[in-house]
């Protein structure tokens, strides 16, 4: 076992016997039923916070770069095997990280130092003396298209090649004035779009392409399928090094949990206050699918997420209200069937044997079956009073905001289990119309486990 | 593969299992009468139905309905239906009122119970008479 899962098992367990209330000396622990315990683990919002950070910590402190199978040209043409550090972020423009094969020595090249890195069946780098805020300099550029047109990254901004002499593809955004009526202006941004002139220059001789040109916009996709078509317009062969990852992939999966939920409701108004507390927290299972778009070809970590779930949450309060002359007890029960669809942004850490991930996003709830329960009993002197009726009108639907962190293993070629912690706040359950002097929100914790296609 | 699905499947069902956590209230300390529901309304007569949740197995020296017109009527100011004494202490019970309603008045009847030292009243429902 690694070090990694030996410290995360530790940390957990450490948090567990905490939240117990264990005590090292007495060797005992104060009673909590199991589905207690793990309320009052999510009630340590600090612990489990510590928890993710230390694991992020050790993963970033033990995980080693993401190296695969590649190779550079050195200055003199010879190709060297070996394995590339991957990224996707602005370092693989600006310098190469290198294991030759055979050899645990590890190098880093600058763009002067070699003519060119890639990796087998996916990206390839060529040195390229190109202008950065207005300073030349040498920087590996990625090369998207190669053919009698070339076409290149370097981060957002591409260029194009044409017999020897590269070319920025500019779309500089320029400030102006518009007459808004008869007596004022407004300040517009509009963009110079000079990269369809260079493109309508260098394509020229290809007639068919020119509708085209006048629509394309400046991204990776669009860019790379116009320079295709040149290419084999030109009759000769296009070569694009990405060409094995498709533009857009979707996977399926199945996944069911725990949700954790809490319902706060808060009033100035004095005869509300029986149903205004934070109510008892719900602890209900939650099952649904998972749908993940992802773009491999643009970004292998980013990748767009959503989700279909089905959960019941049931919220409980109970308050005994002492005034001079009587006495309230009151119990309200809050009954609600939900469909949440979160959608998020993921992003994927470097895959190793466990693949850590992040994920941010908007939730949208829809309340389905709904009940809530004021039950009231008046005393007064020797006479009680029960009372029955609606607590308060539900909503139709919630939105939020909610976050998370998760693990993904590999379980065959086909598919991934992994499991996810999700952070939720909803704007409430109460109609706010049907209820003007209430407000609520709902605070969701929720342990999600599944199993998703590759 | 099929040992990884067997793992998270019976997670899942532990969560299911551990999900099922039931809460009941705080117990009153003294019995509580909840009317539920009139039923059977005819042009001369209407059943009503009530139960009573005695968690301390007190005395009930006295139970039945009140009804009337107002929402609030007591055993001194509604029309009462006295069953007596409640040998069982806790449960359901009911009552067949044979009467006239008239026509599209709206009724209200609400259970009680008394012990040696309270009156209590349950919830009030209203009904229509349809005759």
């Given at each position: 076992m690694s070090l990694f899962y030996k410290s995360t098992l530790l940390l957990t367990a450490l948090l567990l016997l905490r939240a117990s209330k264990f005590n090292p000396i007495t060797l005992k622990s104060c009673y909590y039923s199991f589905p207690r315990l793990i309320v009052r683990v999510t009630q340590m919002k600090k612990g489990i916070l510590l928890l993710f950070v230390l694991c992020c910590i050790q993963h970033t402190v033990f995980a080693q770069k993401d190296f695969r199978k590649g190779f550079v040209v050195t200055l003199s043409g010879d190709s060297v095997k070996g394995l590339v550090s991957y990224s996707e972020g602005l370092r693989a423009y600006q310098k190469c990280i290198f294991q030759e094969s055979g050899n645990n020595n590890t190098r880093e090249y600058m763009p002067s130092d070699i003519l060119s890195y890639g990796f087998i069946d996916n990206r390839l780098f060529r040195m390229k003396t190109i202008d950065v805020n207005n300073v030349t300099q040498n920087a590996f550029l990625e090369v998207?298209?190669?053919?009698?047109?070339?076409?290149?990254?370097?981060?957002?901004?591409?260029?194009?090649?044409?017999?020897?002499?590269?070319?920025?593809?500019?779309?500089?955004?320029?400030?102006?004035?518009?007459?808004a009526d008869y007596l004022t202006m407004k300040k517009v941004i509009l963009d110079s779009n000079e990269y369809i002139a260079t493109l309508n220059m260098l394509m020229f001789d290809c007639v068919e392409l020119r509708p085209r040109i006048q629509k394309i916009r400046l991204g990776e996709a669009q860019l790379t399928r116009l320079f295709e078509r040149y290419n084999n317009c030109k009759g000769k062969t296009s070569k694009a090094y990405k060409d094995k990852k498709p533009w857009i992939k979707s996977y399926f999966g199945v996944s069911g949990g725990l949700n954790m939920s809490t319902l706060h409701v808060r009033t100035q108004n004095p005869e509300l206050w029986p149903v205004?507390?934070?109510?008892?927290?719900?602890?209900?299972?939650?099952?649904?699918?998972?749908?993940?778009?992802?773009?491999?070809?643009?970004?292998?970590?980013?990748?767009?997420?959503?989700?279909?779930?089905?959960?019941?949450?049931?919220?409980?309060?109970?308050?005994?209200?002492?005034?001079?002359?009587?006495?309230?007890?009151?119990?309200?029960?809050?009954?609600?069937?939900q469909i949440k669809i979160p959608l998020s942004l993921c992003y994927t850490f470097p895959h190793k044997k466990i693949t850590p991930f992040i994920k941010i996003g908007a939730s949208h709830t829809i309340n389905l079956k709904h009940k809530s329960e004021l039950f009231q009993e008046t005393e007064t002197g020797n006479i009680i009073v029960v009372n029955k009726g609606n607590a308060f009108w539900i909503s139709s639907g919630q939105v939020g905001i909610w976050g998370g962190f998760g693990f993904l293993k590999s379980l065959n070629k086909k598919?991934?289990?992994?499991?996810?912690?999700?952070?939720?706040?909803?704007?409430?359950?109460l109609a706010t119309y049907h209820n003007p002097d209430l407000r609520s929100g709902v605070t969701n914790i929720q342990i999600v486990l599944g199993i998703k296609m590759k | 593969m099929c040992?990884?699905?067997?793992?998270?499947?019976?997670?899942?069902?532990?969560?299911?299992?551990?999900?099922?956590?039931?809460?009941?209230?705080?117990?009153?300390?003294?019995?509580?009468?909840?009317?539920?529901?009139?039923?059977?309304?005819?042009?001369?007569?209407?059943?009503?139905?009530?139960?009573?949740?005695?968690?301390?197995?007190?005395?009930?020296?006295?139970?039945?309905?009140?009804?009337?017109?107002?929402?609030?009527?007591?055993?001194?100011?509604?029309?009462?239906?006295?069953?007596?004494?409640?040998?069982?202490?806790?449960?359901?019970?009911?009552?067949?009122i044979e009467k006239t309603f008239s026509k599209d008045t709206t009724y209200y009847v609400r259970s009680y119970i008394k012990t040696t030292s309270l009156t209590i009243y349950g919830n009030s429902i209203l009904f229509k008479g349809i005759e």
């Open positions: 998207l298209v190669e053919g009698p047109l070339n076409l290149y990254r370097y981060g957002t901004f591409f260029y194009v090649e044409k017999d020897g002499k590269l070319q920025k593809l500019r779309n500089d955004k320029k400030e102006t004035y518009q007459r205004s507390a934070t109510y008892r927290k719900s602890l209900s299972p939650l099952i649904g699918i998972s749908l993940e778009i992802a773009a491999p070809r643009v970004s292998e970590r980013f990748s767009f997420h959503s989700n279909v779930y089905f959960l019941t949450s049931k919220y409980y309060h109970y308050s005994l209200i002492n005034y001079d002359s009587y006495a309230l007890r009151n119990s309200v029960t809050v009954d609600v069937n598919y991934d289990s992994f499991i996810e912690f999700r952070y939720e706040q909803t704007k409430g359950l | 040992k990884s699905i067997s793992i998270i499947s019976t997670i899942l069902l532990l969560i299911v299992f551990i999900s099922c956590d039931s809460y009941e209230f705080p117990h009153a300390p003294y019995p509580v009468a909840e009317t539920n529901s009139v039923s059977d309304i005819t042009a001369s007569n209407a059943t009503f139905k009530a139960h009573i949740s005695n968690y301390d197995n007190t005395s009930i020296i006295d139970h039945g309905f009140v009804w009337g017109k107002n929402p609030e009527h007591s055993v001194s100011s509604g029309k009462v239906i006295d069953l007596g004494i409640f040998q069982t202490n806790k449960g359901n019970f009911n009552a067949t």
